[in-house]
Structures are given as structure tokens and as C-alpha cells.
DNA sequence: GGTAAATATAACCATTGACTTATATTCAGT
DNA sequence: ACTGAATATAAGTCAATGGTTATATTTACC
């Protein structure tokens, strides 16, 4: 759950909600958000790298390019992490939205699995 | 969105999980998190105060004793900002769930708006 | 009013974090 | 091999953060 940590920068927020559009190259990246926040191409490579150190994006390099991806798996833990205080804010669930959501997390898994092991997770 | 600061601390992650459970004193909440994390009164005390300040929590006292509770607001928040990546890991909804997912949005809208103001937002 | 309990604040210190500029690396093209 | 483009890393600075101990504040109780 350490993904929270680095979550904690504006900045890196709104990289990953650049990147939430689709990959981009780091130069793209730097100079949107560089504008964005008056800092350096530098400051931004640097929040890349701890993006990367926590797995929050991944990186593909075409030639002297390195295209920036969301990875959306620690997103996910953070959702997790919310459900203990969705009660909070929704009504107990009633049956339906409980088969719904019960369904939405077995497509996860499924997803998950490899596949080799796709059992037919038949909806 | 500036609870992501205040979440970007696991001691202050773990006092929230703690209040999920209910509101608690000061006291029992710097003696658990305390002991968890090895850290003082002074130091849990200082926690509660940036999340008094994020308003994650709400302080209530009675005689020498404050009792936090969890304000669940600022958590909508980051649950709305996922928002952008769910697509991610959510395969798109299909009509059954959207409709579901708007009416608990309605719901919601309903439960913020002012007593005055509830009409009748019937399900 | 004095004392003790519960909590917050003050003052200080060490570490971390987010910048900066300067430079290294890596690859494409000639 | 040389040059330039795209990107990352290095080194240094400064402010912010999270901890400590000591102390102030508030309230209950005698």
C-alpha cells in the first residue's frame, strides 16, 4: 500500500492523470507538466522515477524514447484500501448491487489469473 | 484533493482504519498507534492534527476528552479522482451497473444536500 | 482553589523530499 | 566515428516533515 506515499505529490497525480489519456514519452510528459508547474524537465524525470519505483506506471523504450503507461495495479490496492470507509458514504448495499459487485470482483480475478488457468469465469 | 498529502503517511492511514471502526479518545488512539508504530503521545497527537487540518477526522469533546471520528468527505474525494483510472481495471459497464452506479450517486447527492432541501429522493 | 488526568503545543533536531544546474547515457542518422 | 536529440542521473541546496522531550491548557474532582 505504498503507493499512497507517492500519491502524495500534486505533481505525480497529475502525471498519472496525463497518462490516464493514454502512454506519452517522457519528453511530452516533462514538457506538459513542466509548463503545468513551472518546474524542469529534470524535476519531472524525477517524479517519473519514483513512479516507476512504485510500480504506478510502466515504461517502453522506442529508440532514444521512453513511453510512460499507467499500471494500474497499485490504483487498484488505493480502492481497496477505500472500501473499509465506503460504508461511510453508501447505503448498506442491497442484494442486487452486492451479486454486481461480486461479479465485477471475480472478472478481476479472472483477469488475474494467467492463462493457462482460465477456467471459463463465465459472467 | 490535498487528503492524499495527509494519506501519504502510514501512521495516519492506520489512525483512519482505526476510526473506520468507530470514533475513539485521543488517548486510546495514541496508546494503539503508539504502541503499533513506536511512536509518542506527542508524535500521534501531531497526526491527528494534520488530519484535523485535511479534515479526515472530526473532533468532538467531552469533559478532559476529544473523540475523532472518521469525516468520510475528503475520501470521496480520492474515490471520485479513481475515478479516471477505473476503466482501467473495470471492464465498461454495462447498462444494468450504470444505472445502479447512478442511482447511488443520486442517492448521495441527496444525503449532501441540506435537510431543508430534501425533496423526496425517493429509490 | 489545588491537584491530577487527558490532550495539545512549543522548541528543537535529523531526515527526507523536491527542486536546481550540470553532466552522463543511449540511440538515430549522417 | 561524430553529432544531436531524448532522457536520466549526480550533486548540491532549502524547506518541509516527523520524531523527541518539556510544558502549557483544559476540565473534573476533592
Request: hydrophobic letters at 40%; charged letters at 30%.
Given at each position: 500500500?505504498?503507493?499512497?506515499d ?5 505533481v ?12 506519452r ?6 514538457q ?8 524542469s524537465?529534470p524535476a519531472?524525470?524525477?517524479h ?29 490496492e488505493?480502492?481497496?484500501w477505500?472500501?473499509?470507509?465506503r460504508?461511510?458514504w453508501?447505503?448498506a448495499?442491497?442484494?442486487l448491487e ?8 471475480q ?5 488475474d489469473?494467467s492463462p ?8
Amino acid at each position: 500500500m505504498n503507493a499512497f506515499d507517492a500519491l502524495g505529490d500534486p505533481v505525480r497525480r497529475e502525471i498519472l492523470r496525463l497518462l490516464a489519456g493514454g502512454e506519452r514519452p517522457a519528453g511530452a510528459i516533462a514538457q506538459t507538466i513542466g509548463e503545468r508547474f513551472g518546474i524542469s524537465q529534470p524535476a519531472v524525470s524525477q517524479h517519473l522515477k519514483v513512479l516507476r519505483e512504485q510500480e504506478l506506471v510502466t515504461v517502453r523504450s522506442v529508440g532514444t524514447r521512453r513511453f510512460y503507461a499507467v499500471n494500474p495495479a497499485p490504483l487498484r490496492e488505493i480502492d481497496d484500501w477505500l472500501m473499509a470507509f465506503r460504508t461511510f458514504w453508501e447505503p448498506a448495499l442491497d442484494a442486487l448491487e452486492t451479486e454486481i459487485a461480486r461479479g465485477k470482483r471475480q472478472r478481476r480475478l479472472a483477469q488475474d489469473a494467467s492463462p493457462s488457468d482460465e477456467r471459463k469465469a463465465s459472467a
